[in-house]
C-alpha cells in the first residue's frame, strides 16, 4: 500500500515538473534559447495569486494565467533581438531576465514570502482502503495528463504543431516553406507560458508560501530533467523532468527518514552518472537525424 | 514588354566578411530555365539563398513580379510565390511524406490544396505511393523527388533549386530533368544551380557562368557540345 502511495505522488510531482520541463522544451525547439527565466513566470503567477486573495477563485485563476502569458510574452518581445546570437549571449541574457525579475520581486515583496492561501482545501486527502491520496495531487496527475496529453495531439496532428516541429527539427527549411518564424515563437512562448501558469496553480495549493526564488526552485530540478531526458527533442525533455519529480519523490520515500537531507546529493550523482553514460540525454536517439520535437 | 518575372539587379551579398557575390544582374521569365554554374565557392548557392531572404544582400536589388523583396523574411517571400529545393535536399527525415507536403502546401489557400497536390502526385508518384511512409527512409533519389514535389506543391512560379542532382544515379537525373521540362512547360521560372554544366547548359534556355562571385560568361544551349568555350568559360 505504501508503494502504491508513494507512486502516486511521485506521479503528481513528475507531471509537474514534464509540464515545466515541456515549457522550456518547446522554446528550446524553436529558437534554441534555454529560457533561465521560466521559473519567473510561475513565481510572478504566484505573487498574482497572492495579490488576488480577496477574489473569488476564478477570477484568481483567471488573473494568474493571463498575468504569466502576458509576462512570456514579453519575455518574448525581450528576447528578439537574440534570435541567432550565439547560445553563451543566450544564456547570459536570459539568466539576467531572471535575476532582474527576482530582485524586482524582492524589492516590492520582501524576502520574508507571502501567504498565497489559494483553495487549501484541496490539501485535503480522500482516503481510499488504506490510501491517503490528496486532492490537489488527484487534480495535477488529472490536469498535467490530460494537458501533456493534448499537447502531443496538438503537436502531432495539427497543422499549427506541424509548423512548431518543423520550426524546431530545421529552422531555416522551415521558413522558406513559409512558416512564419515570429508565429512560431511566440506560440512557443505563449504556450510555454500556460503551462507554467498551470504549474503555478497545482503548486500554490501544495506550496503556499511565495517567495522571489519560488520558481527559480522548481525550474532548476525541471531544467536538470530536460537536460537527463535529451534537450534537443521535446518528448524526452518531458519525460526527463517527469523522471526528475517522480524519482524526487520516490527517493524520499526510500530513503531512511535521517539520510533526506541527502536527497539532492544522491538525485545529483544520478543525473551525473546517467550523463556519462548517455551524454545526449537518456531518450535521446541516435545524434544527427532526430527529430527535435 | 513587362520585366521578367525574378531579376537580379547589380546584386552583391557578403558572406562572412568576404564578398561572396558581385554585381550580379540576371533575370528568369516565366516558362524560362536560367542555369547557374561554375567551381565551388563562386557563390551561385549564395546568390540562391540572398534571393530568399536567407543571406542580406550588401547592394543592388531583388525583384520579384517588379517588386522588390530585399530584406522580406524568408517565410514572407516563400508565400510570395517563390520556392525552393535547398543544397541537401532538407526534407525533414523524422517526418512522415505526407507531413513534409502538408509543410509545403502551407503558403497555399486551404481550397487549392487538391489540384496542386493531384499535378505533383503525377510527376511524383513516389508521393502518393509512399504517404504514410517516414520521409527519411525513402531512398537517396526518392528524397530529392520528395524535395522537389514539396517545393511545387506550394504552386511556386519561381521554383530555385541547388544542385539538385547531387548524389542520384545517371538514369534518376535523366528523370529529374524530363519533370524539370514539365515544371518549366508550366509556365514555372526555374533558376538551376548545377555542378553538372554539360547537361545544364544543353536544357536550360541560357547558363550564367560565375567565378569568384561574379558573372564570367552566359552559355547558350548550342555551346553545350562546344567542350572548349564551356571549359574556358568555367575555367579562365
Redesign the interface.
Known amino acids: 500500500m505504501e508503494l502504491i502511495q508513494s507512486l502516486i505522488d511521485s506521479t503528481a510531482l513528475g507531471v509537474l515538473y514534464a509540464l515545466v520541463a515541456m515549457g522550456i522544451g518547446l522554446i528550446f525547439g524553436v529558437m534554441r534559447l534555454v529560457n533561465f527565466a521560466h521559473g519567473e513566470l510561475i513565481t510572478v503567477g504566484a505573487y498574482t495569486l497572492f495579490m488576488t486573495k480577496a477574489y473569488p477563485g476564478a477570477v484568481r485563476v483567471g488573473a494568474a494565467l493571463a498575468v504569466v502569458l502576458l509576462v512570456a510574452l514579453l519575455m518574448e518581445f525581450l528576447y528578439r533581438p537574440l534570435r541567432g546570437a550565439t547560445a553563451a549571449t543566450m544564456l547570459v541574457a536570459t539568466f539576467a531576465v531572471s535575476f532582474v525579475l527576482q530582485n524586482a520581486l524582492l524589492l516590492v515583496f520582501g524576502p520574508q514570502g507571502a501567504s498565497i492561501d489559494f483553495l487549501p482545501a484541496l490539501n485535503r486527502a480522500v482516503e481510499i482502503g488504506e490510501l491517503r491520496i490528496r486532492w490537489i495531487t488527484i487534480i495535477a496527475v488529472a490536469v498535467g495528463g490530460a494537458i501533456l496529453g493534448a499537447m502531443m495531439w496538438l503537436l502531432g496532428k495539427t ?1 499549427v504543431g ?2 512548431i ?2 520550426a524546431a ?2 529552422f ?11 508565429f512560431v515563437i511566440r506560440l512557443a512562448f505563449a504556450i510555454g507560458g500556460l503551462l507554467a501558469g498551470v504549474v503555478t496553480l497545482v503548486l500554490a495549493v501544495q506550496r503556499p508560501l511565495v517567495t522571489p526564488t519560488y520558481g527559480f526552485l522548481v525550474l532548476v530540478p525541471a531544467l536538470v530533467g530536460v537536460v537527463v531526458g535529451g534537450l534537443g527533442r521535446l518528448l524526452p525533455a518531458t519525460l526527463g523532468g517527469f523522471v526528475i519529480g517522480f524519482a524526487t519523490v520516490a527517493l524520499g520515500d526510500i530513503l531512511p527518514s535521517g539520510s533526506r537531507v541527502f536527497l539532492n546529493s544522491l538525485l545529483f550523482a544520478l543525473v551525473i552518472v546517467v550523463l556519462l553514460v548517455r551524454p545526449d540525454g537518456l531518450f535521446a536517439r541516435r545524434a544527427g ?3 527535435r520535437v | 514588354m513587362s520585366e521578367p518575372i525574378l531579376v537580379l539587379d547589380d546584386l552583391s551579398v557578403d558572406y562572412g566578411g568576404v564578398s561572396a557575390v558581385r554585381g550580379l544582374n540576371l533575370e528568369v521569365g516565366a516558362g524560362e530555365v536560367v542555369g547557374l554554374i561554375g567551381p565551388n565557392g563562386a557563390g551561385k548557392s549564395t546568390t540562391l539563398l540572398s534571393i530568399m531572404g536567407l543571406e542580406r544582400s550588401a547592394s543592388g536589388d531583388i525583384r520579384f513580379d517588379g517588386l522588390s523583396i530585399v530584406g522580406e523574411s524568408p517565410d514572407a517571400i516563400a508565400r510570395r510565390g517563390i520556392g525552393m529545393v535547398p543544397e541537401g535536399r532538407r526534407i525533414f527525415p523524422d517526418f512522415s511524406v505526407a507531413e513534409n507536403m502538408r509543410l509545403g502546401m502551407l503558403r497555399r489557400p486551404a481550397r487549392k490544396h487538391r489540384a496542386d497536390l493531384e499535378w505533383v502526385e503525377q510527376l511524383f508518384p513516389v508521393v502518393s505511393r509512399f504517404w504514410s511512409r517516414q520521409a527519411g527512409a525513402l531512398s537517396g533519389g526518392q528524397q530529392q523527388q520528395l524535395a522537389i514535389a514539396r517545393a511545387l506543391v506550394g504552386a511556386p512560379r519561381v521554383l530555385l533549386l541547388d544542385e539538385p542532382s547531387l548524389g542520384l544515379a545517371p538514369g534518376v537525373i535523366d528523370t529529374l530533368f524530363e519533370t524539370l521540362a514539365v515544371v518549366r512547360d508550366r509556365g514555372v521560372a526555374v533558376l538551376l544551380v548545377e555542378q553538372r554544366a554539360q547537361l545544364t547548359v544543353s536544357f536550360a534556355n541560357r547558363t550564367h557562368v560565375m567565378r569568384n562571385g561574379e558573372l564570367v560568361a552566359t552559355l547558350g544551349p548550342e555551346d553545350a557540345g562546344d567542350t572548349g568555350r564551356m571549359a574556358h568559360a568555367y575555367f579562365g
Open positions: 497543422t506541424l509548423q516541429r518543423a527539427a530545421d531555416r527549411t522551415a521558413q522558406i516553406l513559409g512558416v512564419r518564424a515570429g537525424v532526430a527529430e
